[in-house]
Each structure stands twice: as structure tokens, then as C-alpha cells.
């Protein structure tokens, strides 16, 4: 079972699209997951635009690989790397904690997530 960053167990990040890098809606990562995609967040215009000059076109559908292509606002789990290049650039969409698995704690400090935690429904 995999565990978010604050230690419990991970949330859904998204069913619709379905995301993930098994397509179980949970960023839920092994070894075979060289991307790390282990960061729930929710898209922004800038943040895919960004992707998209670095060469990791996330809007243009592609059927064959069963992505319906991402539009701002969708949650999707991200590579904990390319999050981390957004922040380094100003681009970083916010983050779901509870769906983010605890490996991204290897590649992005917990400070920095926090700064970007999209306010839950009970804090608001």
C-alpha cells in the first residue's frame, strides 16, 4: 500500500481523467516508473504550456496510449522532476498532499510542497 507524504495512506488523485502511472487514479509508483510520477496536481494553462516547450505534450489527446489529453483544472499525476523544474520556473501548478505519494519526498522537499498544497474543503 502506498503512503502520501504526511505518512497514511494515499488518496485518489483522479478518476476522471484517469491518471496515474498504472491508471488506477492513485500516483502509485515501482520500479518500471522511471518517470517518478508520483505528484497529484491540478493543472494549470501555464504549467502545460510549460511542459509542452520541454518537450511533454500533456494537452493533445493520444488514444493509443488511452490519455484523453489534459485541460487546466484536471488533477494528474505528475513527474516529481518536471513539478520540480516548474517551481525552478515559476510554473508549478498546486498539489494534492494527500494523493502525492511519499517518494516525491526523494526529489522535492516537504517545505516546498506545502507552499503549494491546494486548500482542502475542511481548512476552507
Keep these: 500500500m502506498s503512503t ?4 497514511n495512506p494515499i488518496k485518489l488523485c483522479s478518476s476522471e481523467p484517469l491518471t496515474g502511472f498504472y491508471r488506477d487514479g492513485c500516483c502509485h509508483t515501482g520500479e518500471e ?3 517518478v510520477h ?3 496536481a491540478r493543472v494549470t494553462e501555464e504549467f502545460l504550456e510549460f511542459s509542452k516547450e520541454r518537450g511533454n505534450d500533456l494537452s493533445t489527446p493520444k488514444p493509443e496510449f488511452h490519455f ?4 487546466p483544472g484536471d488533477k494528474w499525476c505528475l513527474c516529481a522532476a518536471r513539478w520540480y523544474e516548474a517551481y525552478e520556473a515559476g510554473a508549478a501548478p ?3 498532499l494527500e494523493a502525492t505519494n ?4 526523494d526529489i522535492i522537499p ?5 507552499k503549494f498544497a491546494e486548500k482542502s474543503e ?3
Design 68 to 71: 484523453p489529453g489534459l485541460k
Design 102 to 105: 511519499e517518494k516525491t519526498l
Design 110 to 114: 516537504m517545505s516546498i510542497l506545502v
Design 33 to 35: 516508473d522511471l518517470g
Design 122 to 124: 475542511q481548512s476552507g
Design 94 to 96: 498546486l498539489v494534492d
Design 4 to 7: 502520501n507524504v504526511f505518512g
Design 38 to 40: 508520483t505528484v497529484c
